[in-house]
């Protein structure tokens, strides 16, 4: 079983829709939990943090539940732009390294 | 700014030739990262060091691959000698180490080199 499981994809959504990814990892004991964006042929960016409380960001919203191991990703008012692979990112305890996801794509049509 | 740099950007060389990647970290990072990126296998952290010191190798994938940090702002990655199947993007990152102390700080990612092994 892989650490950090997402569904590839692609979601193909038109623009102004609301899309959702979800993410499962297997080690209970992770620390912390990230969102990043990957665009077509260039390297992985931060795009947030997630918190236990849950946290947005602009029409970006990221909620962790520690008890089910699951990782969600909302984004609202789907703009062109958002056009990217999502990593789900996971960081054990006690250590520097990120165990990544291999990433939903998604596609925002006109 | 500078971000992470890496070179080259793109390598194409002949199986059984060595092929040497290298990487420059952003300044006053302590943290540096090597990972691959295929198709199939996603994003895989190959090693990580902290303070100029390998602190996990685990992800190196047998001993043709070697990695060096000699200094806080120069890393080599060395696969000798390649293979078809080490084609991928290797990709250096660095951060602010936290040693676990703290939560994990943001990898910073290099634009990746495109190896392809013929």
């Known amino acids: 079983r892989k650490e950090v499981e997402q569904d590839p994809g692609p979601f193909n959504v038109p623009e102004g829709a609301t899309v959702a990814f979800n993410c499962t990892y297997s080690?209970?004991?992770?620390?912390?939990f990230f969102w990043y964006r990957q665009d077509c042929r260039k390297e992985p960016k931060l795009l947030m943090s997630v918190y236990s409380s849950g946290n947005e960001d602009g029409r970006f919203t990221a909620q962790l539940n520690r008890a089910s191991q699951y990782i969600s990703l909302l984004i609202r008012d789907s703009k062109l732009s958002d056009s990217a692979t999502y990593l789900c990112?996971?960081?054990?305890?006690?250590?520097?390294?990120?165990?990544f996801g291999t990433g939903t794509r998604l596609q925002v049509f006109p | 700014d500078a971000g992470v740099i890496q070179s080259p950007r793109h390598e194409v060389t002949e199986m059984g030739q060595e092929v040497t990647l290298r990487c420059k970290p952003i300044s006053g990072h302590n943290s540096l990262f090597w990972y691959r990126q295929t198709m199939m296998r996603g994003l895989e952290l190959l090693i990580y060091?902290?303070?100029?010191?390998?602190?996990?190798d685990s992800g190196m994938p047998e001993d043709r691959f070697s990695a060096k940090m000699p200094n806080a702002s120069f890393s080599t990655l060395k696969i000798q000698p390649s293979e078809p199947r080490d084609s991928a993007v290797y990709f250096c990152a660095s951060s602010l180490g936290t040693a676990g102390t703290r939560p994990q700080e943001t990898q910073y990612f290099g634009p990746g080199t495109r190896l392809l092994v013929l």
């Open positions: 080690n209970s004991a992770s620390q912390s």
């Open positions: 060091f902290n303070n100029n010191v390998p602190i996990d």
């Open positions: 990112v996971v960081a054990p305890y006690n250590t520097d390294k990120l165990i």
